[in-house]
């Protein structure tokens, strides 16, 4: 693997090597990740082109555990905002003597466009692009997932929300049927749930107690506005009462099920604060096992250089 920019045509063995590399890392607490000398001499440049909380710091932190050299440009103050094209950028920091670039935009297919440019050496890990692919953001996922259901043969998993618009569902969705998750099932109002998922293997509901019904798994998802036209956009009130997630409504899926979400989390909107806050949450744990993740990812694609 030289670069990490989808999870489409990944197979189930790489994602394994993945998830186990990023095991490895682990120490007893699972919040403790050990730093290992792997990307030691390297640098990593973080290219966020569109804002980010959790998958720019975890990705600095992951890198720096890794034993690299971290450094995110600013591009709020880079010169993109004196015309300077993509490519040029990743040129004159590619000079700078990067070993790999993380890139988030907003444009799908940007990291792609910087992985056919960059010399044969350098590694591009994508960190989200458009509505395309969040593959570490997937990878996560499912790290998460057989963390505290062990393995996927026996799951269902719903994914809930403004599946249209995300890159994560995507990633999800491909990862899941990988790994042998039989049934995933994608849930919302056919407008950002449309019928065109089952092409991917999924049972598309739009009614949330059928498609959460025994539901092992339930992955929220916001309201992407800024992707969204005027005609597209439900109001949020009418939104939580048809689709938010309750404790009431948690109770049509299995028992034990946990409720995951990528974030940044639309309180009163998608989730309700009883549910994002309580037992069944795994949220922040998505978060915290995001570092060793992004350091197996990091670590494979740019550890074996000479
Ligand atoms: N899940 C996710 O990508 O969050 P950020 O936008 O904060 O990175």
């Known amino acids: ?13 790489i994602l394994t090597h993945i998830l186990d590399t990023a095991t490895s890392f682990v120490g007893m607490n699972e919040r403790e990740v050990k730093k290992v000398p792997l990307l030691r001499g390297k640098s990593v440049f973080n290219l966020f082109f569109e804002n980010s909380t959790r998958t720019r710091t975890t990705f600095d932190i992951a890198a720096k555990r890794l034993s690299a050299d971290v450094f995110t440009l600013d591009i709020g103050r880079s010169s993109t905002s004196k015309g300077e094209t993509l490519l040029d950028t990743v040129d004159n920091l590619s000079a700078m003597a ?8 907003s444009q799908s297919g940007a990291p792609y466009l910087i992985a056919q440019h960059v ?5 591009v890990v994508n960190a989200g692009d458009g509505w395309h692919s969040h593959p570490t953001q997937g990878l996560l996922d499912m790290y998460t997932i057989r963390h505290y259901k062990q ?3 026996n799951l269902v998993v719903a994914i809930v929300g403004d599946v249209l618009h995300s890159r ?7 990862a899941l049927k990988v790994l042998g998750c039989p049934e995933v099932r994608v849930v919302g109002p056919r407008t950002l749930a449309p019928a065109g998922f089952e092409s991917m293997g999924t049972r598309v509901f739009d009614n949330l107690q059928e498609g959460i019904r025994d539901a092992d798994v339930i992955i929220m998802l916001r309201l992407q506005n800024e992707r969204m036209s005027g005609a597209l956009l439900p ?15 948690l109770a049509w899926a299995r028992p034990d099920a946990i409720v995951m979400h990528p974030g940044p989390i639309n309180r009163g909107v998608e989730i309700d604060s009883a549910v994002a806050d309580g037992p069944q949450a795994v949220i922040l744990s998505q978060v915290a096992f995001g570092i060793a993740v992004r350091m197996a990812v990091m670590a494979i694609v740019a550890g074996n250089d000479a």
């Open 1 to 13: 693997l030289i670069h990490l920019l989808s999870l489409d045509r990944l197979p189930r063995d």
């Open 98 to 105: 990067a070993d790999l670039f993380v890139v988030r935009h």
């Open 119 to 123: 010399a044969p050496h350098v590694h």
């Open 151 to 153: 393995d996927f043969s």
């Open 168 to 174: 994560v569902a995507r990633s999800d969705i491909h």
């Open 235 to 249: 109001s949020r009130e009418e939104y939580f009462k048809t689709f938010g997630l309750t404790p009431e409504k």
